[in-house]
């Protein structure tokens, strides 16, 4: 059964770079549509960015357009949220989920099979 891990978050100034990664665990293969999700206190989830199975199609939030970059890395399999100019707004925990059935991305929480435990980004000087 495909279980998700994510990594790389933790404390950084404003304006400063995380690049977060979400990676199967096991023997399980990650090419399935991936999207990243965050989630801060008091407010409900909302999608940052997705990949679709193939690479191709990607998506961000108005939010973080020019700033976070997504990629796939199916020799490490491995999905990574690159994130530049981190904003304190920023702050959240942030989700990889896998869409197990789907070619192409999008933001709906409901359309994702799979989750990871989440990793902690805050932003703050």
Do not use: H
Request: a neutral charge.
């Amino acid at each position: 059964q495909l279980q998700l891990v994510e990594s790389g978050g933790g404390l950084v100034q404003p304006g400063g770079s995380l690049t977060l990664s979400c990676a199967a665990s096991g023997f399980t293969s990650i090419r399935y549509a991936i999207g990243w999700f965050r989630q801060a206190p008091g407010k409900e989830r909302e999608g940052v960015s997705c990949v679709g199975r193939l690479g191709v199609d990607t998506k961000y939030a108005d939010s973080v357009k020019g700033r976070f970059t997504i990629s796939r890395n199916n020799a490490e399999n491995t999905v990574s949220l690159q994130m530049n100019s981190l904003k304190p707004e920023d702050t959240a925990i942030y989700y990889c989920a896998a869409d197990m059935w789907a070619s192409g991305c999008d933001f709906r929480t409901t359309e994702y099979d799979r989750w990871g435990q989440g990793t902690q980004v805050t932003v703050s000087s």
